[in-house]
């Protein structure tokens, strides 16, 4: 094994989802030889012949330029990925899932698993990292569970680096960071975490305790999600006092305390983060003796926003059975196929349950849509899904929706009625076309 002296660090990343893909692509983009792992043999099969598994905005020319430069490969176990090539992994970074249980806690098996591979498989001085999201004490767990399968009494350490990626800008996230936090517990393990930062030129490095690096992670998601709730519940009082929450936002978010991110009414967040994270947060809050009934409201005030739609449409129509809804955009947010945890599911779901007779469409996500909602019509395009609809529902605020034709969109409706989840489009302008217009918060 040849030994890793210079300033580029071979690293071994676990989980070649998301979170994993994108760190492993970008961490071979900062210079580093990195070997992504999953135990899904056809997503590596995927990644080798070019082909990416998810859709997420430059990560395919990352990842095509790594590989063609060599620094990036890929591997079917833990065991092929620290020891690839003749070199040897001097960082593993553990990106795998760790999907909510039905009590809000995080299910750690699969970190355990790998945590078990690691330790069977280390020849030197190894450090661990842990990029998923858990719950404060993993490190402590994962510590544990290499001690116990490190046979040859190999010094490691473990370390938390939380990502802080959005879906859509992840690898614009990874290169350009507000911030890097490494939680450290030991000099040698700083040494080496500061070695594979130091090529991204100009970036904050946080460093801390492990259990701080876990905690900012968690607090980090929890408050952003806090600001959304927030938001909403002030739209609602705009629309009962016919004040406007853009200006209201606006308002607030030039006061630098409170800044203008964030603060974007709407039908409620989604996506595997926020609500996954908002859950663990709570659970380990009672877990630690603390009741965080912040974060209950927090999730009550979005799931309650998710309606808003479908209060809406009960509003404007009256009884929804057999009344035909136009739900444009599926995906939790704009310029992703992901539909985990999105509000349109639950919209969905309402409506149908009300006898609604449902059409859908999303830019990118309708596959994975077609998958998770049932018993709807998915259209061809947009135009498509308004045609013959009592009304149209704007759900995700995709960029092509904001250039729709909305006369033609106004030919093929039955009623022009149009519902703006996102506020994308101007109240004044789709009135003066002929639209009956809502939006959240705006009067
Ligand atoms: C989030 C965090 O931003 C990221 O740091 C973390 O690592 C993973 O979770 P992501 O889930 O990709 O990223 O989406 P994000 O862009 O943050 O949006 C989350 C949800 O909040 C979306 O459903 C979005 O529509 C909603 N949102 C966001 C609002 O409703 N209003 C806003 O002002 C901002």
Redesign the pocket.
């Known amino acids: 094994m040849k030994n890793n002296k210079n300033s580029k660090v071979d690293i071994c990343v676990v989980g070649a989802g998301y979170v994993g893909l994108v760190s492993g692509a970008c961490l071979a983009e900062l210079g580093h030889r990195v070997v992504c792992v999953d135990s899904d043999p056809a997503k590596i099969k995927m990644l080798e012949k070019g082909v990416m598994p998810i859709y997420e905005d430059g990560l395919e020319s990352v990842v095509k330029k790594n590989v063609k430069a060599g620094r990036l490969h890929f591997a079917n176990s833990v065991k092929a990925g620290m020891h690839h090539g003749g070199r040897r992994a001097e960082a593993v970074f553990i990106a795998v899932g760790t999907p909510p249980r039905e009590d809000g806690s995080a299910d750690l098996s699969a970190i355990e698993k790998v945590s078990e591979d690691v330790a069977t498989n280390m020849t030197d001085y190894t450090v661990i990292v842990e990029k998923s999201t858990v719950p404060v004490a993993t490190c402590d767990w994962i510590n544990k569970t290499i001690n116990r399968n490190n046979s040859r009494h190999l010094p490691f350490d473990v370390t938390s680096n939380p990502?802080?990626?959005?879906?859509?800008t992840a690898v614009r996230d990874f290169l350009k960071p507000d911030r890097v936090v490494l939680g450290v517990s030991s000099p040698q393990a700083e040494a080496l975490m500061r070695r594979i930062y130091k090529p991204m030129k100009g970036a904050e490095l946080v460093v801390t305790s492990v259990k701080s690096a876990e905690l900012i992670k968690h607090a980090?998601?929890s408050f952003?999600s806090t600001k959304?709730s927030f938001?909403n519940a002030v739209a609602t009082i705009c629309e009962k006092t016919g004040a406007n929450v853009e200006d209201v936002a606006r308002g607030m978010g030039l006061d630098r305390r409170i800044g203008p991110?964030?603060?974007?009414a709407?039908i409620?967040?989604?996506?595997?983060?926020?609500p996954k994270d908002l859950e663990a947060f709570y659970w380990l809050s009672s877990q630690v003796g603390y009741d965080f009934e912040m974060l209950k409201t927090v999730k009550n005030v979005n799931e309650r926003q998710k309606m808003w739609l479908v209060k809406k449409l009960e509003e404007e129509l009256w009884n929804l059975e057999g009344k035909t809804i136009a739900l444009l955009g599926l995906a939790?947010?704009p310029e992703t196929d992901d539909m985990r945890f999105a509000p349109s599911i639950d919209i969905a779901r309402e409506l149908l349950k009300r006898g609604a007779k449902l059409r859908g469409y999303d830019p990118v996500s309708q596959e994975n849509a077609k998958k998770i909602i049932k018993g709807i019509y998915f259209a061809a395009d947009a135009y498509d899904c308004a045609k013959g609809a009592d009304c149209v529902c704007l759900v995700t605020e995709w960029h092509e929706f904001a250039k729709l034709d909305q006369k033609k969109l106004l030919s093929l409706v039955k009623h022009p009625i149009m519902l703006d989840g996102r506020n994308l489009y101007d109240p004044a302008k789709m009135r003066s076309l002929g639209w009956t217009y809502m939006s959240v918060g705006r009067p």
């Open positions: 990502e802080f990626l959005r879906e859509g980090s998601n952003l959304i938001i991110a964030f603060l974007k709407g409620g967040f989604g996506g595997f983060c926020f939790f947010k």
